[in-house]
């Protein structure tokens, strides 16, 4: 029998007995764990450029690719089913970490992208996005209310002791009058990192929901001759 022979017998033996191939090669990665990753992971290194250009390869193939997940999936189940727990939360928070990180680095490459991208989705889907407000905002009520009250004695802090009465019945109508659609906001934040202005008339002004989440905290937002027309600081540093 010749070599080529030999092969082609080898082979259609093996087919002929898959079944009992698989369940002793199942038995001796389950046995010889630690090893068969040690092993895989020196292949993987010395053979690194190979892996990627045949994953290339066989992933423009759609069914392929549909068949990799599943199999994928289902491995990382086998995985972790070999696991203790231990080793779980360990795995999990490492992923969490590395997970953070990549996010972190993509949203500092792709700022603009991202921010155009939210833009659109937001004026596209303003409905969908009241209603997942609004269940976020069941779900989080104690988080909601903390926020508030938070945000209520913020406002008392920053009432400023020159006020009148006259000027607090100013603002409040000025809260009641605002246009549908718009929101009242502080040009200078109450709540600012590094400065933090009055809760006074002046320093009011209506914005649409769109344009108050992008301002947030940030100061200065506008040019600064904006802020001095306004009367909220005087000539490049003081506040009022």
Same mark, same amino acid.
């Given at each position: 029998?010749?070599?080529?022979?030999?092969? &082609?017998?080898?082979?259609?033996?093996?087919?002929?007995?898959?079944?009992?191939?698989?369940?002793?090669?199942?038995? @001796?990665?389950?046995?010889?764990?630690?090893?068969?990753?040690?092993?895989?992971k020196?292949?993987?290194?010395?053979?690194?450029?190979?892996?990627?250009?045949?994953?290339?390869?066989?992933l423009?193939?759609?069914?392929?690719?549909?068949?990799?997940?599943?199999?994928?999936?289902? @491995?990382?189940?086998?995985r972790?089913?070999?696991?203790?727990?231990?080793?779980? +939360?360990?795995?999990?928070?490492?992923?969490?970490?590395?997970?953070?990180?990549?996010?972190?680095? @993509?949203?500092?490459?792709?700022?603009?992208?991202?921010?155009?991208?939210?833009?659109?989705? &937001?004026?596209?889907?303003?409905?969908?996005?009241?209603?997942?407000?609004? +269940?976020?905002?069941?779900?989080? /009520?104690?988080?909601?209310? &903390?926020?508030?009250a938070k945000?209520? &004695?913020?406002?008392?802090?920053?009432?400023?002791?020159?006020i009148?009465?006259?000027? /607090?019945e100013?603002?409040?109508?000025?809260?009641?009058?605002?246009?549908?659609?718009?929101?009242?906001?502080? /040009?200078?934040?109450?709540?600012?990192?590094?400065?933090?202005?009055?809760?006074?008339?002046?320093?009011?002004?209506?914005?649409?929901?769109?344009?108050?989440?992008?301002?947030?905290?940030?100061?200065?937002? @506008?040019? /600064?001759?904006?802020?001095i027309? +306004?009367?909220?600081?005087?000539?490049?540093?003081? +506040?009022?």
């Open positions: 029998m010749t070599k080529e022979e030999r092969r &082609a017998y080898d082979k259609e033996r093996y087919k002929q007995n898959l079944d009992y191939h698989k369940l002793k090669n199942k038995k @001796y990665r389950e046995q010889n764990h630690e090893r068969v990753l040690e092993l895989n020196e292949w993987y290194k010395n053979n690194k450029e190979y892996k990627l250009d045949y994953n290339k390869i066989r423009s193939d759609p069914l392929v690719r549909k068949h990799s997940n599943k199999v994928r999936v289902e @491995y990382d189940a086998h972790r089913s070999l696991m203790s727990e231990k080793e779980k +939360k360990e795995m999990y928070r490492n992923k969490n970490i590395k997970y953070r990180e990549q996010s972190k680095l @993509y949203r500092e490459l792709h700022r603009e992208e991202i921010n155009e991208r939210m833009k659109r989705y &937001a004026l596209e889907n303003p409905e969908r996005i009241k209603e997942t407000r609004r +269940k976020t905002r069941k779900k989080n /009520i104690k988080r909601v209310l &903390a926020t508030n945000r209520r &004695a913020a406002k008392l802090k920053r009432l400023p002791c020159w009148t009465h006259e000027e /607090i100013e603002i409040k109508n000025f809260y009641k009058n605002c246009p549908k659609g718009m929101v009242v906001d502080h /040009i200078i934040p109450l709540l600012g990192k590094n400065i933090s202005g009055f809760h006074c008339l002046k320093n009011l002004q209506y914005l649409t929901s769109q344009e108050n989440l992008k301002k947030l905290n940030k100061f200065p937002y @506008y040019p /600064i001759q904006f802020y027309d +306004k009367g909220l600081i005087i000539g490049t540093g003081g +506040k009022s």
